[in-house]
């Protein structure tokens, strides 16, 4: 039981150098702008403490239990002699990574609130996590391929921006936003230490380079899956 907080202290100051400034920044503005009422204020204040203790528990997590587990898992199926199951299994592995990221259903929470409903819930969800779900397949590939990940970054995000050029301000606001949400604790932990384990144990392959790489894809893929959404539901009349 004792392993469970190993390191635990540490975590916790990692945390509070990450959340201080951010209360520094509240309580300015609080003092010069916002003027907030005083239970406001203290409600604020016990959102940052239950934010600490939580961001410290789920590090902790990741810490002993996501990134080892995750680098295990990809050295198993990286020395399987069937090896190429792993495409579809990655597929499933990064659409439900992407389906269960606390960040990105914030996102879709927002954009269901600002456009009124116009974009389902369900469908930026899903558009994102199969996004998702083709970057990782194009990850593994790459590892057991072997190509560099110039030639499908660059041609990437290429492809984005003409894209972008005839799509609507919001579908290309929320396209960008849901790239950078996406590669976040679901991702960046489980999976990467997987790619990492996976690159591991593939003769010829780096870790560094092959398994740090799914990150820069996973980043582009739901710009490209969000960006062709955006173009049918306009195709199709839709007005956002």
């Known amino acids: 039981m004792s392993r469970l907080f190993e390191g635990f202290t540490s975590v916790l100051i990692e945390v509070a150098f990450a959340l201080f ?7 300015f503005f609080q003092v010069f702008f916002l003027k907030l009422r005083r239970q406001k ?4 204040l016990v959102g940052f403490g239950f ?3 939580g961001l410290g528990l789920f590090l902790q997590g990741v810490t002993i239990g996501f990134m080892p587990v995750g680098e295990a898992m990809g050295q198993i199926m990286g020395a399987l002699s069937y090896r ?3 495409v579809p299994i990655g597929f499933l592995l990064g659409f439900f990574a992407a389906y269960a990221e606390p960040a990105i259903q914030v996102l879709i929470k927002q954009v269901d609130k600002i456009t009124a409903g116009a974009i389902p819930k369900r469908l930026l969800l899903v558009t994102i996590s199969v996004g998702v779900g083709l ?3 194009i990850s593994v590939l790459k590892i057991f391929l072997g190509f ?7 041609p990437g995000y290429l492809l984005s921006f003409y894209l972008a050029k005839d799509t609507s301000k919001l579908f290309t606001a929320i396209a960008f936003d849901s790239g950078g949400i996406v590669t976040g604790p679901m991702i960046s932990t489980f999976m990467l230490s997987l790619f990492v384990g996976l ?3 593939t003769p010829g392959r780096d870790p560094l380079t092959d398994g740090f790489g799914m990150i820069a894809l996973v980043a582009l893929a739901p710009i490209l899956s969000v960006l062709s959404l955006g173009r049918l539901y306009q195709a199709k009349g839709g007005r956002v």
């Open 84 to 86: 190429y199951i792993l």
């Open 41 to 44: 204020v203290m409600d604020t």
């Open 51 to 53: 934010t600490y203790v």
């Open 21 to 27: 400034p951010l209360l520094l920044f509240f309580l």
């Open 135 to 137: 970057s990782i397949v």
């Open 148 to 154: 560099s990940i110039w030639y499908v970054v660059l």
């Open 199 to 201: 690159a591991g144990v």
